[in-house]
């Protein structure tokens, strides 16, 4: 059974720092491109950022450029995301998803989101 | 870049057909995928590459996309299927290429 199980949300301050992680089983991790979406509360999805299947190539929503990293360990099955000069609008649930490799696979199977909560 | 366009909700009566729009100029020539979800849980993947099913997925859930608007019909719609729809296509010319639309609430009356 596919499973993608999220962590590392929680409350954080604006300026700070946040690393999410996305443990991945029941498949082939280093065979899938994966991605992170998020969900403001009461909002739509929005896409955040894709890394292909080593890590050679990333993408990112022009509105975290610059102040997210993804990256991926295959050796430990997980895909982490990290945040740094949080803002308030980065407040949101954070959904890793996977896709077949290529640029137009959908995503296919998502976890259930790490609540991450920028305040003072 | 691509910017979606879905209606916020659509009203269909149990054992109705219900149509939810996805609209952007040229879309016909995109891959457009539909995710459905319902409130707490994560999005669930119910139509891919316009038209397929995935597996699980019932037979009333099927899509079109043709010109600029692609569609996903729900037929003979239950209580179940009340949730928030969203349609995503990759514009690969873009450097930000993951797009979703605004997302559409399906009320089942």
């Known amino acids: 059974e596919v499973q993608l199980v999220e962590s590392g949300g929680g409350l954080v301050q604006p300026g700070g720092s946040l690393r999410l992680s996305c443990a991945a089983s029941g498949f082939t991790f280093s065979r899938f491109w994966m991605h992170w979406v998020r969900q403001a509360p009461g909002k739509g999805l929005v896409w955040v950022s894709r890394i292909n299947t080593d890590g050679s190539s990333t993408n990112y929503a022009d509105s975290v450029k610059g102040r997210i990293t993804i990256s991926r360990d295959n050796a430990k099955n997980t895909l982490h995301l990290q945040m740094n000069s949080v803002r308030a609008e980065d407040t949101a649930v954070y959904f890793c998803?996977?896709?077949?490799?290529?640029?137009?696979?959908?995503?296919?199977?998502w976890g259930q989101g790490a609540l991450v909560i920028v305040s003072s | 870049s691509y910017v979606l366009t879905q209606p916020p909700s659509v009203s269909v009566a149990p054992g109705k057909t219900a149509r939810i729009t996805c609209g952007e100029n040229n879309l016909g020539g995109k891959s457009v995928h539909w995710y459905q979800q319902k409130p707490g849980q994560a999005p669930v993947l119910v139509i891919y590459y316009d038209s397929d099913r995935p597996s699980g997925i019932p037979e009333r859930f099927s899509g079109s996309n043709s010109g600029n608007t692609a569609t996903l019909t729900i037929s003979r719609v239950e209580a179940e299927d009340e949730a928030d729809y969203y349609c995503q296509v990759w514009d690969s010319s873009s450097h930000h290429p993951g797009v979703f639309g605004g997302g559409t609430k399906l009320a089942v009356l």
């Open positions: 998803a996977r896709a077949d490799p290529g640029g137009s696979a959908p995503m296919d199977y």
